[in-house]
């Protein structure tokens, strides 16, 4: 089947504003994650979802940062009132099991934000 | 806090050469460890993962150890190929279990 889709996969947005990124992660995995990777580094963690249930958000940078899976599957990370530290890209993964990170993540493409 | 190294951000190596990758972590035990690859402009491809109970894993030209008491993991890749350049990342399980910590990353190059 289809692997870990995002959109969208480019996003300009002006300094304060508001932006909504989305991930469809493969059917029927249990968990899903989302990253933040900047230039040169590796992925940090932000936030980890089993099914509906968000159980670590420990790695979201702040309270501008909001994320959701109210169904179990699709998954939005909103960043409210954007800046310009904001700017990375925006990595979701999937994992089939329910164990948190202890099985192989299938990440998607990524969304390259840019806030201005 | 938990921190992850990997020993150098670039590495050059001709073809048919084993490139070896090493990634060091402090301040905690991780249960699992795995590495993947990741492509510029795409995002990271799992290669492979390994327990604290297991030393050594292999998958075709792959091979990673765990050495829990120098904290330390390797990843060889053996006859490497061009096609084998890439950024190879690092990624320990974090101590709740509930996420992956990466590192920063190793480029590899390999030249023909």
């Known amino acids: 089947g289809a692997g870990v889709s995002q959109s969208p996969r480019y996003k300009v947005a002006k300094r304060g504003q508001d932006v909504a990124l989305r991930c469809d992660p493969i059917?029927?995995?249990?968990?899903l994650f989302w990253y933040q990777q900047a230039l040169g580094q590796g992925p940090e963690f932000l936030t980890y979802f089993q099914n509906e249930a968000q159980l670590d958000k420990s790695g979201l940078p702040s309270d501008r940062f909001f994320a959701e899976r109210p169904e179990g599957s699709v998954s939005t990370l909103k960043i409210q009132r954007t800046q310009q530290e904001d700017s990375a890209v925006y990595l979701c993964?999937?994992?089939?099991?329910?164990?948190?990170?202890?099985?192989?993540?299938?990440f998607g493409p990524g969304t390259r934000l840019t806030v201005l | 806090s938990q921190k992850i190294e990997q020993n150098s951000e670039a590495l050059n190596i001709q073809e048919g050469k084993t490139a070896t990758l090493t990634c060091n972590y402090t301040?905690?035990?991780?249960?699992?460890l795995q590495w993947y690859r990741q492509d510029p402009g795409r995002g990271p491809v799992f290669l492979l993962l390994i327990r604290e109970n297991e030393k050594e894993k292999r998958k075709e030209r792959l091979k990673v150890t765990f050495d829990t008491t120098l904290k330390q993991s390797l990843f060889h890749i053996t006859a490497s190929q061009p096609a084998d350049s890439a950024t190879y990342l690092c990624a320990p399980l974090n101590q709740a279990g509930t996420a992956l910590i990466f590192g920063k990353g190793t480029t590899l190059s390999v030249s023909s």
């Open positions: 301040n905690y035990s991780p249960a699992y």
């Open positions: 993964a999937s994992s089939q099991g329910g164990q948190g990170a202890y099985h192989e993540q299938f």
């Open positions: 059917s029927g995995h249990v968990s």
